[in-house]
Structures are given as C-alpha cells and as structure tokens.
C-alpha cells in the first residue's frame, strides 16, 4: 500500500465535526484530542497541549481564547455570522481536534479557510510528543471584526466537540455562546445532515449486529432493577466496549470520562477455553489483556452507575468463569486513575472476527485514540469469517417488515 505524505491539523471552530472537515478533506482521521492551556514562567507563558494522555510543552508568549467574528467585518456567506478564531488571552484555553490529513488534502484546506483572499493565516505548531516532535498546523483570522455565530454554526462545533468527547464543562461553555439567531437558509447545512445520515446509518447497522450477536450468544443476566444507588465506579474498557453504542446496550448508565493508557499490558485476542466454538456470538477470538513489560493497551474510561455492576459482570462472563474483574491503574490526561476491568481467565489464543475487529476499531476512532494504536488494531490479523453479516441481519429485518402477512 501506497505511504502518502500527511500532516497534522489543529481544528477548533466547524473542522471540530469530522463529517463537515469530510466535505472537502476526505482524509482526515482522528490523530487525538487537544488543549491550550497557559502556564506562567519565568521569562515567559507556557502553552501546554494535551494529546491524549502525551503531555507536550510548547513555548508562546500568551496563552489563547476562542472568539467569533468576520474578515473585514463581512459576514460569512457560508455561515451567515461570525466564524471561529483564537486570540491571545491570559489563563484561558481552546480544546480542539488534532486530525491526520493527507498532504494532497492541504490546498482544499487552505482553501476552505480562505487563505488565498487574506482572511485566515496558517500557522504551524512545533510539538513535543512522547516519540518525537510534531507539527500542527492551524488557522488564525485576519483582521478580524466580532460578531455572534450562527445558530447552525454554532450547533456544528458543538456536534463535534461531542462527538470527539471535549470536555463537559468546555462543550457546555460551548453552548451557552450567544447567536445571532439567523433562521434561513444554509445550503452547507443540507449537505452536512446528508453526510451525518450516513454516519448515523453505518452506526445503526454495526448496532443491529451487535445485538443480533449477542442474541446468539444467548442470555448473560437480567438487567439491573431501576431503583440507582448512590455513587458510580470508573471502568476502563479496550475492547468492544469502548464503542459507546455496544456498551450501553445493557449499560446506560455509562458516561464518557476520559481516554488513557495501562502500561506493561499488552492487547491479545483469544478464547477462555480450549473447546473453542465458532458458534460464539463474536465467531473468533475476543479482546483481553495480559502483563507484557514495556507495551501499553490504549482505552476509554467510563464512569457508570453502580445499579450496572452486576450488568456489565454479566456480559463480561464473570459468572461463568470467562473473565475476572481486577483493578487497573490507567495513565489519564489527569493523572493516574484506578479503574475496574476484566482479564479473560484460561485464556487460549485465537484469531478475532471482522465484525468484533470492526467494532473494537470504531470504538478506537470514535475517542481519538492515537491513530498509531489505532493503525495497529486496523492491522489485526482475523479469521476472515464470511458467515452472517450486519447487512445479512438488516435485509432480514427489511424483507420480514415489508410481508402482507
């Protein structure tokens, strides 16, 4: 395969949402989630950027705000408002989306920030990263007269600060932001409810599977009663779980707190018996860890209410010997973090499937991990099962629903 020229891209406005940054720059993948943050030095400010949990310091004079508003006062036929742009503010921070992009893909970039008619200036970013140095570029408005957003614009950013779990309090500060309340027409807007329909029918199919697989599986417990108790617990999930629409099947409870790491484990796909049945929900080996000095298993930490304890439990097969829960230390952007998660007890190795491997990927992207791990979990060898497959299931459902009878 063919290695094309990339680089990374720091977004922050509308490129936040990945499938309006799609329109025109088909490339782009999810590199990690960000931060800008001022420290105080010496001799000067500190901008610190969180990739992740990789903390990278960068050297800049003030630290930056996000602000709205138009080149030369001329308001955006596009957005029919004030864009985003970022301004030198002491002790205030801007979240965005790193994203991997294709060296082909920079001259429509360029060209979607308007750069050519003066109104945003590229800027690039030297970062140090665990591994090496990086380089992000991202755009700075000229000239630059505030004004509100539009409501639709603003509801795009938002979108994509929740699609790529910014956090809580900064997608909150999001939409509080003040509009111009302009109802008309936006013809971006039509193409961008387009392209979410897409991603929100792939979603459903991957969801249709998931609970057609557990079906075969067979029944792991009764749901938990609806009465909650106090308090929550912390769960680090790597494998199927860390996509958020197959965890909260029998767990809606779950929240989404943070992305990390557990050092010296390894990923490993495999059975919890050596009587290996095909006939299993997944048909192939499922995800599990195992103590390996000097490698990392990425995740997702959710937070969860305890009512779903015995829930979760249950699907990881604690009862049934498959799993045993233990408790993880998981490197966050925060720190350090004791989290519950399950450990495949007489574990047997055996190639994953293509869904579960499909599933574990999209969970992986859907949180930003970092595209090298996730680049990894692509190239996980499987099982090449052929047997019934989401559109299988879907066009079942279809042909039973359209019957006279």
């Not at 001022?38 to 969180?50: E, I, N």
């Not at 233990?326 to 399950?342: D, F, K, M, P, Q």
Request: hydrophobic share 35%.
């Amino acid at each position: 395969m063919e290695n094309n020229p990339t680089f990374l891209y720091f977004a922050y406005g509308s490129n936040l949402l990945k499938e309006r940054l799609h329109l025109q720059n088909p490339s782009a993948t999810v590199h990690c989630v960000a931060r800008l943050k001022v420290h105080s030095g010496s001799t000067a400010h500190v901008l610190q950027l969180k990739l992740c949990c990789h903390f990278v310091i960068l050297h800049l004079l003030l630290d930056h705000k996000l602000v709205f508003g138009n080149y030369k006062g001329k308001a955006s036929d596009r957005w029919h408002g004030g864009v985003a742009t970022m301004e030198q503010s002491f002790s205030e921070e801007v979240w965005g989306v790193v994203w991997r992009m294709n060296m082909s893909d920079l001259e429509s970039l360029d060209s979607q920030e308007n750069v050519s008619l003066g109104a945003y200036s590229p800027m690039e970013v030297l970062i140090k990263a665990r591994g090496g140095e990086l380089s992000c570029r991202t755009y700075i408005m000229n000239s630059c007269v505030y004004a509100p957003p539009s409501p639709q614009y603003l509801k795009v950013i938002v979108m994509g600060a929740e699609q790529n779990g910014l956090p809580k309090d900064y997608q909150e500060m999001l939409r509080v932001i003040e509009t111009n309340k302009y109802d008309g027409p936006l013809p971006v807007m039509n193409e961008l409810e387009q392209a979410l329909k897409k991603t929100k029918e792939t979603l459903g199919l991957l969801l249709s599977y998931v609970l057609w697989s557990m079906a075969a599986c067979g029944p792991r417990g009764s749901m938990a009663a609806s009465s909650s108790p106090s308090g929550s617990f912390l769960y680090f999930a790597y494998g199927s779980n860390m996509l958020q629409e197959r965890l909260r099947l029998r767990n809606p409870s779950a929240a989404f707190y943070s992305v990390g790491y557990l050092q010296n484990y390894t990923l490993q796909f495999g059975y919890w018996s050596k009587n290996f049945s095909a006939a299993n929900g997944w048909h192939g080996g499922v995800a599990t860890i195992e103590e390996r000095q000097g490698d990392d298993v990425w995740g997702v930490v959710w937070r969860m209410g305890r009512e779903h304890l015995p829930t979760l439990d249950h699907q990881e097969g604690v009862q049934e010997g498959a799993y045993r829960p233990l408790e993880v230390n998981v490197t966050t952007a925060e720190g350090h973090t004791l989290c519950r998660s399950y450990q495949m007890i007489d574990f047997n190795p055996y190639l994953t499937s293509p869904p579960y491997k499909q599933v574990v990927c999209l969970g992986a992207r859907q949180h930003g991990l970092p595209l090298d791990y996730v680049e990894k979990l692509e190239a996980v060898e499987t099982n090449g099962y052929e047997g019934p497959s989401i559109l299988d299931k879907i066009e079942g459902l279809k042909a039973a629903s359209s019957s006279p009878n």
